[in-house]
Every structure is written in C-alpha cells, then in structure tokens.
C-alpha cells in the first residue's frame, strides 16, 4: 500500500546496497506499526539532468543533486488532526535523513492519501488494520484468502 | 480519463501482441459504461530488478514477479457506497486475470480518484457522461468542440 | 509543490531548449501568484510507442503525437467554486498552448489536489501562503528555516 516513488538524478543511489537500505528502513516505517511488509513498494526512478527542471531550471552539474519523493497511502487514513500530519511527515523525515538529507542532497516529498476501498492486492480485499487476518498477512508475509476477501457484490449495484 | 499506469519487471509484457490485448481489455471496461474510446491511456513502465523493492527487498530471479498498477480515475467518481467499490475492483479484476492472475504474477492494484473540473482534452472541458456531446466523442473518438467546451471563466473569479 | 509529469513519445521534446522554455513558462504560472520559484518541479519522460495505448492502440508512426500530463498541486486548494477551477484549466492551457496545441499534438492533462500538511522540502514545512516566510522562500529561492518550520510533535498524538 505505501508506494514510495523515488525520482533521483544519475550520480545518486547508484549503489544497489544503499537503495537496499533506504527500502528497508521505508519498510520498517510499516511494519512498526503493524502493516505487512509485502505491503510496501519502493520504485527508484533515475532521471537525467536533461528531463528534470527544478523552477525552470535543469541541474548544472557540480549541483546539489535534487531527489523527488511521491508517496502514496491507501492502507490508512491519517486523522484529520494537524498533529498526527506531524507525526507522519516527522517519521518520513527520520527515515530520508541518513539516504538524503545527511548526503547533503536537496529533497521533496508529498503524500498522496487515496481510497482503501479501490485497493486490492492479488485480487483480495486487504484486511481491516489490526484484524487477525492482517496479522496473518503480516506473519506470512503474503496475500492469503480469509473470511470477507472476496465479498460478494450487492447486486443492485450498478455504477 | 481513466489512466493506467502498469509497472512490470523484465520478463513480463515483452511481448508487444500482449500488451495491445490487455489496453483493449481496459478499454472496454470503459467504451461499455458508455466512454469514448480515446478516454483510455495505458502505460507500460518496465522496471529494472534493482529499482524496485517489496517488503524491502528485489526480486530475486527464478522469483514471482510482482506488477504494480496505478489507475487514475477523472471523470467519473465513484458514489460513496460500498457496493458500488466492490462492482469496480471487480470489473478491474477481471481485466487483470488473463494478464496477470493468470500468469501466476502476484500484483497490487490501486485506484486514485481526482476532481473532474481539473481535466481537459486538447483544452477542451470533456462533455457530461451520457449527454450528446459525449456521444459525438464516442462515435468520432476524438475531442470535438461543442456547445459548452469553452466556458467562459467568470469575471469575479481569482485564484 | 506543483508538480508537473509530462508524458511524451519519441519525437516531441527531443530538443533541450523547448523543454527548458516549457518549464520556464510552467514555473511562471506558479511564481505570478506568489509561490517561490524552486517550488515548481517539471519531469519529462519520453514514452517508447510500445508502451502507450490510447483507446488500446499505439500511435503509429505518422500519426498525431499525444501528450499525457500529471499535475500534482499541493500548496494550494483550489476553492470549490466552478469558476475558479476554469481559471485554474484557463492558465493550463495557455501554458501548454504554444509547446503542445500548437505543434499540433494531441493532448490530456489532470490535476491531482493533495493535503498540503503531508508536504516537505528539505524536512521543512513549507511556510503559509502570503506569509512573510514565504516571501523569504521566494526571494531566496530556497528552503530556509523560519519560526514554524519545525513544529513540535504534540505528545499526545498517535498513529
């Protein structure tokens, strides 16, 4: 469900091991907090210089390098309480320090929130957040059937 | 309006034929609710094995491969109604399981639902569903200018 | 804050200096109603024909190019009122005319509203619109800390 975008120029995040690192922090962040860990996707897109403009402008070389993070939730919802945007945006921010900004690399990221209901995952239903069946995905780590994984459809529904 | 955004790994969708059977598969899901065909954009990202993460980790060879799929909906939002979600992840996965499903590839699926009112076609405001202008875009499959496609911006709005 | 993904085929922004006046003339739009330079990110990725279906059929070569562009606004919610949203499409327009319209292309763009507190660069909070913070921002064209920037985690919240 979080699906890290990570758009970042040639010369960053060149190495397999410190992509490797990133993801698995950007997995902890979940997995701390009783997700799945298969739920998380991190994409790293390598962008040249050339496509990338930054107030108009493309990244001269000898530049801070600029890295462009999209985020998207569908699992939860965060409240709508200024504190808890705080305590999110808070988290991502320990997470991109030691990858990002303590590289010196200059960053931007938002969260897209979008509707658990218009989510599925091998064609299941993902488990209601703290249900038994979400422990179960979370100790197999992958998609399995459970009671209310494939609801019927109400039939007089119609779009 | 409907935008769909298919991230596989090398190995999947190589084949051109198949790529074109499954964007005419979406399509249809749409031109059968009454949409003009050209609504429909399909994209086709392949990712390199390192690029992407799942619960922190690359897909090894010899492993599953695992397809993410993005899907943007424009301009029809979906009424607020269980029922009605349910009908629509249904129909989506029906398209996915000949190419997908089928093919033993694990898969996520997401739809993001964005404002109708911040959406044009070759700068024109796309019709009302099932009114006659939409029906002139069904049958010629382009955008054609119409009665109300250039609305006049009032006077007294600023941003 | 914006950001804008421009989704194009072999052929159209082959050439550095319109993709440069392109992001130029985007960033304008943001700049002339106060927003700092920096915040306006343009992404160009160039789409092989394989990889694009529109109403499930590729371009074929000698055919209209097709544009796709993703915006995402996050500093500022357009008010629901219609006539702010078709001044908001109006200025797109514009923007794109000479780059796109004009050379004859086809054309689809979207804009995706997302919360503005789900939102940094360089770990700040981007300071209130109109503020003085943000005027700073502005003639600085970068992220400097200011009073509010880093706002304390309320204790009392959780996730």
Redesign the interface.
């Known amino acids: 469900?979080p699906?890290w975008q990570i758009?970042h120029p040639t010369g960053t995040f060149e190495d397999?091991a410190t992509?490797?690192a990133f993801?698995?922090d950007?997995?902890?962040m979940y997995t701390d907090?009783g997700l799945?860990?298969?739920?998380?996707?991190?994409?790293?897109?390598?962008?040249d210089d050339?496509?990338?403009?930054?107030?108009?402008?493309?990244n001269e070389s000898g530049e801070t390098p600029?890295i462009?993070i999209?985020?998207?939730h569908?699992a939860?919802r965060?409240p709508d309480?200024?504190?808890?945007?705080?305590?999110?945006?808070?988290r991502?921010?320990k997470i991109?320090?030691p990858y990002v900004?303590d590289k010196g690399y200059?960053?931007?990221?938002?969260?897209?929130?979008?509707?658990r209901?218009?989510?599925?995952?091998?064609?299941l239903?993902p488990p209601p957040h703290k249900s038994e069946a979400e422990q179960l995905w979370f100790k197999e780590?992958r998609?399995v059937p459970y009671e209310g994984a494939y609801?019927a459809?109400?039939s007089?529904?119609?779009?």
């Open positions: 469900m699906l758009y397999n992509k490797h993801a698995q950007i997995t902890k907090i799945p860990s298969f739920y998380v996707v991190t994409h790293f897109y390598k962008m050339e496509n990338v403009f930054v107030g108009g402008k493309t600029f462009r999209v985020i998207t569908i939860l965060i309480v200024d504190a808890m945007y705080l305590r999110t945006t808070s991502i921010d991109i320090k900004a200059d960053f931007e990221y938002h969260v897209d929130e979008t509707e209901r218009l989510w599925k995952i091998n064609s239903i780590n998609a609801p459809v109400l007089q529904a119609s779009i």
